[in-house]
T-cell receptor, first 111, second 114 residues
Framework: GIQVEQSPPDLILQEGANSTLRCNFSDSVNNLQWFHQNPWGQLINLFYIPSGTKQNGRLSATTVATERYSLLYISSSQTTDSGVYFCAVGGSGGGADGLTFGKGTHLIIQP | GAGVSQTPSNKVTEKGKYVELRCDPISGHTALYWYRQSLGQGPEFLIYFQGTGAADDSGLPNDRFFAVRPEGSVSTLKIQRTERGDSAVYLC????????????FGPGTRLTVL
């Protein structure tokens, strides 16, 4: 099956800093989503971005499908950005929409 | 409701028992997904429903796991003869369906098998 690798696995930053999280995947996809899992375990969908660039406030994401990677940018970090960020992909084979998740990037924003 | 809801939020059972976990998707969402998440890992896909039918159950680990969605809305994940290795957070997600694939997750059910 498709492999999803995220880097870095852990990241500790001061409030106000910017960060870039990376997601590499091993096969072509037609479905890529970024999620934030908060400290209480709730998964929040940040972006549906199989290709191109999107922005939502301090967050933006870019997927280069031909090179099989996606980037999530967080600017002016706040303590509430802490948590685990997951990249998830789907659609590499039979059309199923079940997502394959990476292991996540654990982000800690210190005040 | 406004979001995906799951019940119960926590379930503790003994090895060998049968459990049912319920998911109520966002109103109008035709696609429904079950995942499970072990500590320190990303969610792992189990099964996907489009309407009432299971469109892809390739992630179910074995025949002790079964899921239904009889009326195309609420879904129940059923686990027979539970094992300690089944302990995890079981997550449900829904999406609008059709060309819209963005998935929205519920809060999960934490299952502990003693």
């Amino acid at each position: 099956g498709i492999q999803v690798e995220q880097s870095p696995p852990d990241l500790i930053l001061q409030e106000g800093a910017n960060s870039t999280l990376r997601c590499n995947f091993s096969d072509s996809v037609n479905n890529l989503q970024w999620f934030h899992q908060n400290p209480w375990g709730q998964l929040i969908n940040l972006f549906y971005i199989p290709s191109g660039t999107k922005q939502n406030g301090r967050l933006s994401a870019t997927t280069v499908a031909t090179e099989r990677y996606s980037l999530l940018y967080i600017s002016s970090s706040q303590t509430t950005d802490s948590g685990v960020y997951f990249c998830a992909v789907g659609g590499s084979g039979g059309g199923a929409d079940g997502l394959t998740f990476g292991k996540g990037t654990h982000l800690i924003i210190q005040p | 409701g406004a979001g995906v809801s799951q019940t119960p939020s926590n379930k503790v059972t003994e090895k060998g028992k049968y459990v049912e976990l319920r998911c109520d998707p966002i109103s109008g969402h035709t696609a429904l997904y079950w995942y499970r998440q072990s500590l320190g890992q990303g969610p792992e896909f189990l099964i996907y429903f489009q309407g009432t039918g299971a469109a892809d159950d390739s992630g179910l680990p074995n025949d002790r796991f079964f899921a239904v969605r009889p009326e195309g809305s609420v879904s129940t994940l059923k686990i027979q003869r539970t094992e300690r290795g089944d302990s995890a957070v079981y997550l449900c997600a829904s999406s609008l369906g059709g060309g819209s694939k963005k998935q929205f997750f519920g809060p999960g059910t934490r299952l502990t098998v003693l």
